[in-house]
């Protein structure tokens, strides 16, 4: 994702511009402008093939209509977003509390276990974001203890995999008497909300915007801009180029950005920063359990540093 700083009107345009999204709107671009050139050429010097029976509220209708099925695409695109946004929200809080809880219940004295939690916690977040886009690499998780990493390679779901790991311990240290019984059930909830947290990001994943809902749209949007040059050529004349340009400007963009953000895990410039707010979670855990990170990972977590994910 990119980090955006409101530096101005025409940098921002600028920037959002030269992302991948723009360019294969350039492209579809590229192709509606040959073919509105050719009707227009063709239109005021060969053919008069204009539609000028075709009553101008028809047009009206078509656009409206196609402006509705546009909102409420671009609606459930931003839905799947901002709940997508919301989960990983309640993912800083749930560790930060989580960590919190662990500081105030465990000795003073025990280190190996503050390491351990730090660890661990830290791992989920990033063991999610490896896990929602379809990576397997371990290099980011932390080894909690000996061979502790190399039974997560055992997990084919590695989120479930650190969440087992959190799970273990809690228990151990319950069973040693180090947890009381009302600390081990309030912990059972943050142990819990990990995997919840988990299971609404796989159900954003795995339930796109249906593809035939999104089929018809683009078809909608094609008959609309092949339509457009017939109708508006004798008002416009040759000006019917860059009317019917801004105009499918607006239409296709709008359907590239919904598509864009529909999954908001991936890679793309405004696809959530999962690998910053990872790192934010590793260095609050860290910070709370007082557990010494290098500065480095600590700017990491910070806006504008990473600048693309």
């Not at 999962?274 to 806006?303: C, E, F, M, T, W």
Request: charged share 20%; net charge negative.
């Amino acid at each position: 994702m990119i980090i955006y700083k409101n530096k101005g009107l025409f940098p921002s345009i600028w920037h959002f511009h030269t992302g991948p999204t723009a360019k294969a709107l350039l492209r579809q671009l590229i192709v509606i402008a040959v073919y509105v050139t050719l009707v227009t050429i063709g239109e005021m010097t060969f053919l008069d093939i204009r539609l000028k029976d075709t009553p101008g509220s028809f047009l009206s209708a078509m656009g409206i209509l196609l402006s509705l099925l546009l909102i409420f695409r671009t609606n459930t695109a931003y839905d799947r977003f901002y709940e997508g946004r919301q989960a990983w929200g309640e993912l800083v809080n749930n560790c930060r509390n989580l960590a919190i809880f662990f500081n105030a219940v465990l000795p003073e004295g025990d280190e190996n276990s503050r390491h351990f939690f730090a660890k661990a916690i830290s791992n989920f977040p990033f063991a999610l974001k490896n896990h929602l886009r379809d990576m397997t690499d371990l290099s980011e998780l932390d080894m909690v203890e000996v061979g502790e990493r190399r039974n997560l390679s055992n997990f084919d779901h590695k989120p479930a995999g650190v969440a087992n790991q959190l799970w273990v311990k809690t228990e151990m240290l319950y069973r040693e008497g180090h947890i009381s019984e009302s600390q081990h059930i309030n912990l059972n909830q943050y142990l819990t909300t990990l995997m919840d947290v988990c299971g609404v990001c796989e159900r954003i994943k795995s339930t796109p915007i249906p593809f035939s809902y999104t089929l018809f749209i683009k078809l909608f949007i094609m008959l609309y801009v092949m339509m457009l040059p017939f109708t508006v050529i004798t008002a416009f004349g040759y000006l019917t180029i860059p009317v019917v340009l801004l105009t499918s400007y607006i239409l296709v963009g709008l359907e590239l950005i919904g598509e864009e953000i529909e999954e908001p895990f991936g890679f793309e410039r405004n696809d959530l920063p999962l690998n910053q707010l990872s790192q934010l979670i590793r260095v609050g855990v860290h910070d709370i359990l007082q557990i010494y990170l290098p500065h480095v990972d600590k700017q990491a977590a910070k806006p504008g540093f990473t600048i693309v994910t």
